[in-house]
């Protein structure tokens, strides 16, 4: 599963600028939290990258690429 998340609203969020609400509306998150739902799977990050929106874009987006992980599940 992959997550793309604008680069410049998980700033503010993160920097405290941004209430989440604030950050679910204007940058069209859903109420569903993905990355609660990507652990229920049983993945967590994998890796992270920076891609360019473009050069007439003002903004990036920070791609979460999750993977499987073990630890992440209940033992069966």
């Not at 990036?60 to 209940?74: I, L, S």
Request: proline content about 4%; overall charge negative.
């Amino acid at each position: 599963m992959t997550i793309k998340i604008s680069a410049r609203g998980l700033q503010e969020y993160l920097a405290g600028r941004l209430t989440r609400e604030q950050f679910e509306q204007r940058h069209g998150v859903t109420d569903n939290n993905i990355f609660d739902f990507a652990l229920r799977k049983g993945e967590t990050i994998g890796a992270v990258r920076l891609e360019s929106a473009g050069p007439d874009k003002d903004d990036d987006y920070v791609v979460f690429e999750m993977a499987p992980d073990p630890a992440a599940t209940d033992l069966e």
